[in-house]
Nanobody, 127 residues
């Protein structure tokens, strides 16, 4: 069973930065768009960002535009989410997943197209 492993979450203060990493042991990320999502208790999981495979084009949710960047290192089979200027509204469990239906991100990001969800990594932004 393929499952992503997310890491890098932490407790930080408003205005701080974090970089999350996403790998999938035993599974090549080649040819798939990879998405980052987040979820807070009692709410639906929401899309944060996506990166395409072929040209690394990206999509961001409006709430994180200008603050978050997404990148992928295909040689390391890893996708990163750089989060800058964090605020308390960014507090959530962050997940990554693969879009098995396409190699390019769709806009909007369609959560149902994504698979291989991991356990997530907790990001808490608090003063």
């Amino acid at each position: 069973q393929v499952q992503f492993v997310e890491s890098g979450g932490a407790l930080v203060q408003p205005g701080d930065s974090l970089r999350l990493s996403c790998v999938a042991p035993g599974f090549s990320l080649d040819h798939y768009a990879i998405g980052w999502f987040r979820q807070v208790p009692g709410k639906e999981r929401e899309a944060v960002s996506c990166i395409s495979y072929s040209d690394s084009s990206t999509i961001f949710a409006d709430s994180v535009k200008g603050r978050f960047t997404i990148s992928r290192d295909n040689a390391k089979n890893t996708v990163y989410l750089q989060m800058n200027n964090l605020n308390p509204e960014d507090t959530a469990v962050y997940y990554c997943a693969a879009n098995l239906m396409r190699s390019r991100c769709s806009d909007p990001i369609r959560k149902y197209e994504y698979s291989y969800w991991g356990q997530g990594t907790q990001v808490t932004v608090s003063s």
